[in-house]
């Protein structure tokens, strides 16, 4: 029986990419591991960013308020959390209202006492949340009044449970995916 021949580099290229195919499933593992993977596994459309501090409520045509309190349709909502219970937010649309007496710059206000524009969403276990006060809560981390400091879904969950933050909420296939906070002095 003869053998066959060898290839001479065959052996070479072989050891190469076993060495390129553990160096590559070693990233994988670890981007898995930080999160930042998953984020980028579940690739949103890209939805139009509404001002951010816009004068008027956003509205949702398609959306029937007169039934049961239900998720927005998928976008991206100017809007802050008014109540938060076993996984799922209640949330209602904000808007800048400046303030005349010079005092101040202005704040945020929702919709009057009596309006039903709300609604409901369960917050996706993969949310990602941009803070604007860093996850300690101590330090301005916002850039263009828009948090850019990634937090874990635990700090998120905490804050919900508070205070109201003013934030844009990305809605997507019925859940709360983004919460970037806006940084209010």
Request: aromatic content about 8%; proline content about 6%; charged content about 20%.
């Amino acid at each position: 029986m003869k053998s066959s021949p060898k290839q001479p580099g065959t052996l070479g290229a072989l050891a190469r990419a076993a060495t390129v195919t553990a160096a590559l499933t070693a990233t994988v593992a670890a981007a898995l591991a930080t999160g930042t993977l998953a984020a980028d596994a579940a690739a949103l459309p890209h939805f139009k960013q509404p001002k951010v501090f816009g004068t008027s409520f956003q509205t949702d045509p398609r959306h029937d308020f007169t039934k049961r309190i239900s998720p927005r349709h998928d976008g991206i909502l100017r809007g802050w959390v008014t109540y938060y219970k076993g996984g799922v937010a209640e949330y209602t649309p904000i808007k800048w209202v400046r303030d005349k007496t010079g005092n101040t710059e202005g704040h945020f206000a929702g919709p009057s006492e009596g309006d039903v524009t709300a609604y409901a969403s369960p917050v996706s276990s993969k949310v990602a949340f941009y803070s604007a006060t860093g996850c300690e809560g101590t330090e301005m981390t916002a850039r263009r009044a828009l948090g850019v400091e990634r937090c874990s879904r635990k700090v998120l969950l905490a804050r919900l449970k508070h205070d109201r933050r003013p934030a844009l909420i990305t809605v997507y296939q019925g859940k709360i995916v983004k919460f970037q906070e806006i940084y209010t002095p």
